[in-house]
């Protein structure tokens, strides 16, 4: 009856006093001489005699009862609720014994969230563009690929004279002129290149000859950088001249007092006449550079042919590189071709190409910065794990998501 009003009302009560109404159930039934004797040596077994009574019970009719809680049996519940009520909690640790548990469990949770969120399926990514963008002439040639996109979407994915086809035209002339800063001074950089090819020219001559592959391209790369030099500096006269620096037809519109040339702009025969040079100078420097790719392409297949039979050698292969140089190469060579007249192209094409030009420079640029390790670099996975108990938590609650699924 005991354990009947306890399934009944659901109380929580301690084990030791579940165990005393099993005892004492089991003695009337045996001093009674009715059922068999139901051992209650564990907690699991109780709990299956009260569930096994209560099913009992609401299955069969049973008269309602007006027994009570009285006697021994009611003294000792009585004493084991106080006593249950009444009990004195352990103390707690100190703070330094538990403290630095917890703590490394929750930052061993932490780096490994890391790990899983980012270092598998973004660090590719984000260290990609790092390195990219660690460079002036990486961030110079994601701004062309952008710049590239805004020309082609300006006219094939725009109505023409839309509000989106000029926000397109906003974003290509804006970029053009940002540009322009990561070109200031590089005309400097460009007398020290053409000593280098110098260099190397007189290196290659002396140790192959005059005739040799190196020995020509140290000669070629002396003619690109002095090419380069006049390129970088009348890039710096056009910005100059379109920030009022030096006097030009194209401040009218901002400074009202400039309206004609100054004397460095007449002498040179206009603003129009000094894009036109800059121009030439890029190309003659392309023309320069891709003859020299095609040596060095020529050069880099013999010898991997002879070094390792020809394979692949992975992102570094100088194959590779070469043929991704002489691609971009093409590709500004043809845009320069419709800048100066010679084969114009419509918007769109102009656009696909810049782009090509650029994901090639991109891609070289980037390779530069791995070789030179100056870039990302990968972290090691953490050394401190989760203790069980925290493994334990994650799944329960991954079982209760699927439970409640």
């Known amino acids: 009856q005991v354990a009947i009003l306890a399934a009944r009302s659901r109380l929580f009560v301690p084990a030791r006093f579940r165990r005393f109404c099993a005892d004492e159930q089991a003695a009337m039934t045996d001093g009674a001489g009715g059922t068999p004797e139901v051992s209650s040596d564990s907690e699991e077994d109780m709990f299956d005699v009260s569930n096994a009574c209560a099913s009992e019970a609401s299955m069969v009719a049973v008269p309602p009862s007006s027994a009570t809680l009285s006697g021994a049996s009611g003294k000792f519940l009585k004493e084991e609720i106080q006593q249950w009520i009444h009990r004195t909690r352990a103390p707690l640790a100190p703070l330094g014994e538990v403290a630095p548990l917890s703590l490394r469990d929750a930052w061993a949770s932490i780096e490994h969230g890391v790990v899983v969120v980012y270092d598998r399926p973004l660090s590719r990514m984000f260290n990609f563009l790092y390195d990219v963008l660690q460079f002036s002439s990486g961030r110079d040639k994601v701004c062309a690929f952008v710049q590239g996109f805004a020309k082609f979407a300006s006219a094939a994915l725009s109505e023409p004279l839309s509000e989106v086809h000029w926000m397109y035209r906003n974003i290509e002339d804006s970029l053009s002129d940002g540009r322009k800063v990561f070109r200031l001074f590089k005309e400097f950089r460009e007398v020290y290149k053409v000593r280098r090819g110098l260099n190397r020219l007189a290196e290659g001559a002396a140790q192959e000859g005059f005739a040799s592959i190196p020995a020509v391209c140290g000669f070629l790369d002396t003619l690109g950088h002095t090419a380069s030099f006049l390129y970088f500096s009348f890039d710096n006269l056009l910005w100059a001249a379109s920030v009022g620096l030096v006097r030009s037809k194209e401040m009218g519109t901002k400074n009202r007092g400039a309206r004609t040339n100054g004397a460095v702009i007449t002498w040179l025969g206009g603003v129009t006449k000094v894009k036109r040079r800059k121009n030439l100078?890029?190309?003659?420097?392309?023309?320069?550079?891709?003859?020299?790719?095609?040596?060095?392409?020529?050069?880099?297949?013999?010898?991997?042919?002879?070094?390792?039979?020809?394979?692949?050698?992975?992102?570094?292969?100088?194959?590779?590189?070469?043929?991704?140089?002489?691609?971009?190469?093409?590709?500004?060579?043809r845009i320069l071709l419709s800048k100066l007249g010679y084969a114009k192209m419509s918007h769109a094409r102009l656009g696909l190409l810049a782009m090509l030009a650029s994901a090639c420079g991109i891609w070289s640029n980037w390779r530069k910065v791995v070789r030179k390790r100056c870039g990302t670099k990968s972290f090691t996975p953490p050394s401190t794990t989760p203790s069980p108990l925290v493994d334990s938590r994650r799944e329960l609650a991954a079982l209760f998501r699927q439970s409640s699924s």
């Open 281 to 333: 100078a890029s190309i003659w420097r392309l023309h320069f550079g891709f003859v020299a790719n095609v040596l060095l392409l020529w050069r880099a297949t013999h010898l991997c042919a002879a070094k390792c039979g020809g394979s692949f050698q992975g992102p570094d292969d100088p194959r590779l590189f070469h043929t991704l140089e002489l691609l971009g190469m093409a590709a500004n060579f």
